[in-house]
């Protein structure tokens, strides 16, 4: 009997088929490039693929192999990532035609370790611009559609990360995620994405958008495949101030312990009507097949949770007015010719960045300007630990806090382009994970009884407890099947 | 400061000069250089 197609497979079948050497690195990373080539003209999840230096990983991977030098569950495997990361040497854009051009002369701390754990790195994937919207409709570099319909977008902003998985063109990838960025296009999409609690992955050589909100998390066909990826890049980094020496625990080890005697919260205010029906009958069917295996269901409240987007929509701003003032093409990026240094400064803004990014900057700028920056930054901050508060009370009474993730399926390209507040109401459930630094993550909880598209349940968890987070959406993958692979890109 | 990192510890670190980007690959994307320098529009006239 012959081996099925390396492309059939999850990340943690693959790894498994590359230890027995029943396929080679090299024969999953042509597949995938095949994959691609056949692919992405009609999806547009990669901005750029690499087929050189990938096969040579791969062949360098085999050799290994060879040798019995695995260095890892990940050796061979062919991921991808958010063009977020630092590259050494491949071009990172972010997203942005200001930072066209730009080769990094080093690898972000991601990078380094997961060519450090083997991985086969293909290419980089399409983005809104600076991780800014929910819909990849940002990027400077085209739109990215999601598989399942090629008319609605991916969500985003790690739209190509997450419809690149969705359309198995690679078997794992990395996104970032500020208030959602992860979940929300894992959801519209129908994989699994985490996002870790801050500090749990090193923010070092990743594009800042907001430094106290932004991280690093993975997305994968399976719970199991999430995991994986995350063990691979969680741990200190003495490069990221921020990030955290909390131990990393084996992601994989509680992974098959089930839902039962699990305390499960379901916050009142996440279910008072902003749900779309037919995604709201797939959340309250998850949370009863969660009670059906064994676990206990808890009314909690997150009564902070409404001032969620109001407090992000001034934080994120400010942040990035800040962290996108390095954009002035002096060191990196186009210049536009001009006379003088201030004009410099400010037709090369004018030319490099999109209508999002300059919206976020004038929002920011005016929320930290003299004599607003109390009324505005500090109160959304202080926000912040409300949200976290109502978060820690309601941790005192269940294990994770479960809930939709969008209030929506996928949505056509161009519906809410035209509209940021509607474009930020997409991040309504996700963004209070993130104001409180928590782990968060999106598991497949099946298909809109109306339009097939897929649907994600969100589930909230302590700080630093990924592991219960990944144990119970097993249970619910184990119960419901992965997400079948979408027939629209064929 | 009032967010959720305000529990996390000052690291602190030696002192130490440690290796970091040469300038030819800190200055491998200037859109214009002179010598060991990123180059501008004049600021004084």
Redesign the interface.
């Known amino acids: 009997v012959s081996a099925p197609p390396p492309l059939g497979r999850s990340l943690t079948e693959l790894s498994a088929a590359l230890s027995r050497r029943e396929v080679s690195s090299e024969e999953a990373t042509r597949a995938v490039l095949s994959r691609i080539e056949a692919t992405d003209g009609r999806l547009g999840a990669f901005l750029r693929v690499t087929p050189e230096p990938a096969l040579e990983a791969a062949r360098a991977s085999d050799a290994r192999r060879a040798r019995g030098e695995a260095t890892s569950p990940l050796d061979g495997v062919p991921l991808a990532l958010k063009d977020i990361f630092l590259t050494n040497g491949v071009e990172t854009t972010a997203g942005s035609r200001i930072l066209t051009g730009f080769i990094p002369p080093f690898d972000a701390t991601v990078v380094d370790r997961l060519r450090g754990a083997g991985a086969v790195l293909v290419g980089k994937l399409n983005m809104d611009e600076f991780a800014m919207g929910s819909s990849n409709e940002n990027s400077a570099f085209g739109p990215c559609r999601n598989p399942w319909d090629l008319t609605r977008t991916p969500g985003g902003s790690s739209g190509g990360s997450a419809a690149a998985v969705a359309a198995r063109q690679v078997f794992g990838a990395f996104g970032t995620d500020t208030g959602g960025s992860i979940r929300q296009p894992a959801s519209l999409c129908g994989v699994v994405g985490l996002k870790p609690t801050y500090g749990r992955v090193s923010r070092y050589g990743v594009v800042a958008f907001a430094s106290s909100l932004d991280q690093v998390g993975p997305l994968g066909r399976t719970v199991a495949d999430a995991a994986t990826l995350l063990g691979a890049v969680a741990g200190h980094d003495p490069r990221d101030q921020t990030s955290s020496h909390h131990p990393v625990p084996d992601y994989l080890a509680g992974l098959e312990d089930g839902a039962r005697g699990l305390r499960i919260g379901v916050p009142r205010e996440w279910f008072q009507g902003g749900t779309e029906a037919g995604v709201e009958r797939r959340i309250r069917e998850a949370l009863a097949a969660f009670e059906a295996m064994g676990a206990r269901l808890v009314d909690v409240e997150l009564p902070h949770s409404k001032y969620g987007v109001a407090a992000y929509y001034l934080v994120a701003p400010a942040e990035a007015s800040s962290n996108l003032a390095r954009y002035d093409g002096v060191r990196f990026g186009p210049r536009a010719p001009a006379r003088s240094l201030s004009d410099m400064y400010g037709e090369t803004r004018d030319a490099g960045f999109g209508a999002e990014a300059k919206r976020r900057i004038m929002l920011g700028t005016y929320a930290l300007s003299a004599g607003y920056h109390d009324a505005y930054y500090l109160k959304a901050q202080k926000v912040r630990t409300l949200v976290r508060q109502d978060f820690d009370r309601a941790f005192e009474r269940c294990d994770v806090v479960a809930g939709p993730v969008s209030p929506t399926v996928a949505f056509s390209l161009g519906e809410k382009i035209d509209d940021p507040l509607q474009m930020y109401l997409a991040d309504v459930y996700t963004i209070s994970c993130n104001l409180a630094a928590l782990p968060g993550l999106s598991v497949p909880a099946g298909l809109h009884p109306g339009n097939g598209l897929p649907v994600g349940l969100q589930l909230v968890g302590r700080p630093f407890d990924e592991s219960t987070l990944l144990r119970a959406a097993r249970a619910l993958e184990r119960e419901l099947g992965p997400s079948p692979a979408p027939e629209a890109i064929g | 400061?009032?967010?959720?990192?305000a529990s996390?510890d000052t690291?602190f670190?030696d002192d130490e000069v440690r290796p970091s980007?040469s300038s030819e690959?800190?200055l491998?994307?200037?859109?214009?250089r002179e010598g060991t320098c990123?180059q501008?529009?004049?600021?004084l006239e």
Do not use: G, K
């Open positions: 400061m009032t967010h959720a990192l996390a690291p670190r980007l690959e800190a491998s994307n200037a859109p214009a990123f501008v529009p004049r600021i």
